[in-house]
């Protein structure tokens, strides 16, 4: 098998070919497919739900097939639509309004995307929280979002300091028993006698839709804000690239605390009509090969850390189960090593298609289409109505095979439009008219473009992104740590890894037990992803005159490379 170029392969794809979709393209002709184009009526979740609930043909169609170790439960358009109006007449009850931020803290469940898109319909802003954070997680998002309501469990309830936040006005509780008044509001209750019809709040193509938190070398995690226009494009991205159909049923792994189980586990499926599964509970090769067979998926949207593991679960295990109706597989948010794809071809006789994009790009920019040859290593190439480019550090374009900053000429449609609180970080992302990513890459003679690795120091452990700043500002309030540095250090199955180097203060033994309970501390406190998996004692963490940590020094002597230039570290 020559696996450096994979072809095509026979299909009746929406896009049949890349050169010709891109010939000529404007984001009007794609504008026209949305009821707000006749009608200048706009609200993402008319066009997800409520559109495909009042057109007789697809009202009665499976929407969302729920699938947890404890529930199971199918959910068509039409229902989906009543119950977010539930939702949404609740809200209003207790006075959200437009522009209000609105954050949910719970697990994948069917009362969470009916609470996604009642927040829509009042024209809130949603912020959903990834299940797993812990105390100080949430503590930063919702301080910093000044959020009114959060929508949580009471399991959950436990990490949010509710009265330590002062915008918060609300807390509304899924699955509790009876409760206090004042602050708190029982969600069952309350849709229990809540009217499944609704008025849907009418808002503008660039009003605020939804608030995802992501991390930065620097700083807490910062608010990547999208508004209603990003809809655009993930229904154009869901055509094109996962390539939906009618009867496709689609599978997003990834959480909607994460970009991807946004963009991807709710808006693209949707706003293309389409049976969207949705599975809770933890992660196992053997209970999401079962997902794919029990359902029939057609269509699979996932990361290099999950289908790593699986090539490590082995042959046999696949061989238990059928994956006929599977048509493609999709990655993204790390590098999709050649060897994953391979295994693809060879055991599963499936393509996997790279994608690139960003918390702050809102959709898919670099793709492999299915009527593109693959060249496995590569991201694939830029999707028609945007321009991407390597620039160097001044915003020139570099030739091809040249290494330089990734970068896309701003403007597409969804694009971030704001970091929250914080408009000279939203600067900050841009060199003249590009947006640069921070990614390093090269882009072909083909125009292929091939992901080298990050410019900062931000750390990709299994696709999630981890700010070192973060990290450290915990570890130091361990009493044993007095500083503290952190890098991602590579791994082949998490691609990197959290490693701290620490001082310890006066009086502290380098202990097992006390580096455990230094990884707990994080662990409990921020969140299970951030926890360093390795943690070293050293005499001095590198500083430079000025008092930044030196984490590329850190990185050099971890791998065993030349340190560089070191003329600013501190004596
Ligand atoms: C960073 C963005 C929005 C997708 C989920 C991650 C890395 C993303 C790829 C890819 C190599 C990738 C980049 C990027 N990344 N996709 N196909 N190949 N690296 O979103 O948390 O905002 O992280 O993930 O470094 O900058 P995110």
Redesign the pocket.
């Known amino acids: 098998m020559d696996m450096t170029k994979v072809p095509t392969r026979q299909g009746n794809y929406n896009v049949t070919s890349y050169e010709e979709l891109r010939e000529g393209f404007d984001w009007e002709h794609v504008k026209k497919e949305f009821s707000w184009y006749q009608t200048g009526k706009v609200n993402a979740a008319y066009e997800a739900i409520d559109k495909h609930a009042e057109n007789p043909q697809t009202k009665d169609k499976v929407a969302l097939l729920y699938s947890s170790p404890d529930r199971e439960e199918s959910i068509t358009f039409e229902q989906l639509s009543k119950r977010s109006n539930q939702v949404a007449n609740v809200l209003k009850k207790y006075h959200v309004e437009k522009g209000d931020r609105v954050f949910l803290f719970m697990p994948r469940s069917p009362e969470f995307y009916a609470s996604f898109f009642g927040i829509l319909k009042v024209g809130a802003i949603a912020g959903p929280l990834f299940e797993a954070f812990m105390e100080q997680a949430v503590r930063d998002r919702l301080e910093d979002s000044e959020a009114t309501m959060l929508i949580t469990t009471p399991d959950l309830l436990e990490r949010v300091p509710v009265n330590e936040l002062p915008a918060l006005k609300q807390v509304v509780l899924v699955g509790a028993e009876d409760l206090e008044t004042g602050k708190y509001i029982n969600f069952d209750k309350e849709i229990e006698n809540a009217s499944a019809s609704f008025d849907m709040e009418w808002v503008d193509l660039e009003d605020g839709m939804l608030i995802h938190y992501?991390?930065g070398s620097t700083g807490k995690p910062k608010g990547?804000y999208h508004v209603h226009n990003a809809m655009i494009q993930h229904y154009a991205t869901g055509k094109w690239v996962i390539d939906l159909k009618n009867d496709d049923v689609y599978w997003c792994t990834?959480d909607p605390g994460?970009?991807?189980g946004t963009?991807y586990g709710i808006f693209a499926p949707w706003l293309n009509g389409v049976t969207n599964v949705i599975r809770g509970g933890r992660f196992t090769p053997e209970s999401w090969y079962e997902t794919l067979d029990k359902y029939n998926v057609t269509i699979w949207y996932t990361?290099?850390t999950a289908l790593r593991k699986f090539v490590s679960a082995g042959e046999e295990l696949v061989k238990q189960y059928d994956f006929s109706s599977l048509r493609h597989i999709m990655?993204?948010?790390?590098?999709?090593n050649p060897e994953v794809i391979t295994w693809g071809l060879r055991v599963l006789d499936l393509r996997i298609h790279?994608?690139?994009?960003?918390?702050?790009?809102g959709a898919m920019l670099?793709v492999n289409l299915p009527c593109m040859e693959v060249r496995p290593g590569s991201?694939g190439k830029p999707i028609p109505g945007i321009e991407a480019a390597i620039v160097d550090n001044e915003g020139n374009k570099l030739p091809p095979n040249q290494m330089g900053n990734l970068a896309i000429k701003k403007g597409w449609p969804s694009m971030m439009r704001a970091i929250w609180n914080n408009p000279g970080k939203y600067e900050s992302y841009f060199i003249n008219e590009w947006y640069v990513?921070?990614?390093s890459a090269y882009m072909d003679e083909d125009g292929y473009f091939w992901?080298q690795?990050?410019l900062d120091d931000?750390i990709?452990t299994s696709?999630?992104?981890v700010g070192p700043f973060e990290v450290e500002s915990k570890l130091i309030e361990h009493k044993a740590v007095s500083e503290a540095g952190v890098i991602g250090k590579p791994d082949p199955e998490r691609g990197e890894i959290i490693k701290a180097f620490i001082t310890l203060n006066p009086g502290y033994e380098a202990t097992d037990e006390l580096l455990e309970d230094i990884r707990l501390f994080v662990k409990t406190d921020l969140s299970a992803h951030a926890a360093p998996r390795e943690i070293e004692i050293t005499d001095s963490i590198p500083k430079t005159r000025s008092g930044k940590i030196m984490r590329r020094l850190l990185k050099s002597w971890e791998l065993g490379l030349p340190t560089g230039d070191t003329s600013t570290l501190e004596e």
Not at 331 to 336: H, T, Y
Not at 354 to 361: K, Q, S, Y
Request: glycine fraction near 10%; charge should be negative.
């Open positions: 992501t991390s990547v990834a994460w970009v991807t963009s990361a290099p990655s993204v948010g790390e590098p999709l790279d994608t690139w994009w960003m918390t702050e790009t670099i991201m990513s921070g990614d992901f690795g990050r931000v990709n696709g999630e992104r």
